[in-house]
């Protein structure tokens, strides 16, 4: 009975949810098409996991769009739209002699694939908008901004993108684009977690995923340690904006410092799965020491979370007042959590049970037990 109920709850809810959105997704594109000059729009990687909610946002704002990949990532996801395949590790004639009004830049990691787009569209593209990272910082035992210290490289020909290059190659990246374009046409926007539907990694997912399972739960740290994360049509909306209104400049992309924690975090999951856990918060060194054990190694045990002390202290400290001033708007993460969960419930049962974060099932069970006999 118990069950029933919640479950109704749940479905009540996140049908509410869906009625809303598509409600307030029809009165803005109403108000939306009086206004907007229509642009022509090259995206490098749209077929991904962000790529779509951009692409989505173009076609609804009333944009032309043209996607360049590869060919490999979800095919066939916009049949209607010009595709142009191409690898951007040398294999970019496709985009040869088109003319774009603005590229976003999805798809860069490498310097040299990014120097040679920038360089074959300068001539013909007004504006470039590159997709970087917060990931580019050297420290974060400090609160970053915009002019904080960047990663560097010792050999800046390496191309392996691994843990340890991907935030100094993708600096580099940056610089190319500046370079190559001008400083005036160039918008680098620098996210932290990327957050909400058709997320692949399951990261944000995890958390609300894993809540909707009900029992024990393990919780890293404390209640209130602090966490940013970006949702990914708000991250896919400023993106736009920027094109639109011609902002150059390098912003980073984040929720508003200091006003989310784990804590709020539980109580979203709990909301919109309309399921109480029994959350069990164990110690930073607990959760790390877990995590190096997992038996699903390169996963992120306690994904988004990171320990309040240490190298990474002031990771989920950033300052994101640029992206704010001139226009950057984030809804609650409470949002962001049920619109993951409405994508979630509409995924094949084979995706469902293949989470890619978190902790395996009998792993937590057994760190549970751990946890309660050591702190009896
Ligand atoms: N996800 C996050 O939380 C996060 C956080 C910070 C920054 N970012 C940045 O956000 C961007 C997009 O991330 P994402 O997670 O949406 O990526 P993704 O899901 O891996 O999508 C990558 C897209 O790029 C295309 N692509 C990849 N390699 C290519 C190549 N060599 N040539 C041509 N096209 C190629 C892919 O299509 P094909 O496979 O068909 O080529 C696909 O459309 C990245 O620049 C990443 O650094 C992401």
Redesign the pocket.
């Known amino acids: 009975m118990k069950n029933s109920r919640r479950q109704f709850i749940k479905s009540s809810l996140l049908a509410g949810a869906a009625m809303t959105a598509a409600l307030s997704e029809a009165g803005q594109a109403a108000e939306d098409k009086t206004e907007r000059e229509s642009l022509s729009v090259l995206v ?8 779509p909610h951009m692409v989505r946002e173009l076609l609804r704002r009333g944009h032309s769009v043209t996607l ?8 066939g996801l916009f049949p209607d739209l010009e595709t142009i395949i ?4 040398g ?1 970019l004639q496709g985009l040869e002699g088109r003319r774009w009004d603005a590229v976003v ?5 490498v310097p040299r ?1 990014v120097q040679d787009s920038a360089r074959l569209l300068a001539k013909n593209t007004k504006r470039y908008l590159f ?5 580019v910082y050297a420290d974060f035992n400090i609160r970053n901004d915009e002019d904080s210290p960047l990663a560097t490289i010792a050999d800046e020909s390496v191309e392996e993108v691994t843990g340890e290059t ?1 935030g100094a190659l ?1 600096a580099l990246c940056e610089s190319a684009v500046r370079e190559t374009m001008g400083e005036a046409r160039t918008t680098v926007l620098r ?5 909400g539907p058709g ?3 399951d ?1 944000f997912s995890w958390w609300p995923v894993r809540t909707a399972r009900g029992g024990e739960m393990l919780w890293p740290g404390q209640a209130g340690d602090l966490i940013q994360i970006i949702d990914v049509q708000d991250f896919g909306n400023f993106a736009l904006d920027s094109v639109e209104r011609r902002t150059a400049g390098t912003f980073n992309t984040a929720t508003p410092e200091h006003t989310y924690t784990m804590g709020d975090l539980l109580d979203d999951c709990q909301a919109v799965t309309a399921t109480d856990v029994s959350e069990i918060w164990v110690d930073e060194e607990f959760a790390l020491t877990a995590s190096r054990n997992s038996p699903v190694q390169n996963r992120g045990a306690f994904p988004v979370w990171l320990p309040q002390r240490g190298p990474n202290a002031m990771a989920m400290q950033v300052i994101a007042s640029a992206a704010r001033d001139v226009g950057m708007r984030t809804r609650p993460v409470r949002e962001t959590a049920r619109n993951l969960m409405r994508w979630w419930q509409q995924q094949p049962d084979e995706r469902k049970a293949n989470l890619q974060a978190g902790l395996p099932e009998e792993y937590e069970a057994e760190l549970i037990a751990r946890w309660k006999k050591e702190h009896a």
């Open positions: 490098l990687g749209g077929t991904g996991f962000i790529g360049f990949n590869r060919g490999r990532t979800n095919r191409g690898d951007r590790d294999g830049d999805n798809s860069g990691y694939h997709v970087s990272t917060l990931s991907y993708k996210p932290t977690y990327i957050c997320d692949h990694t990261r």
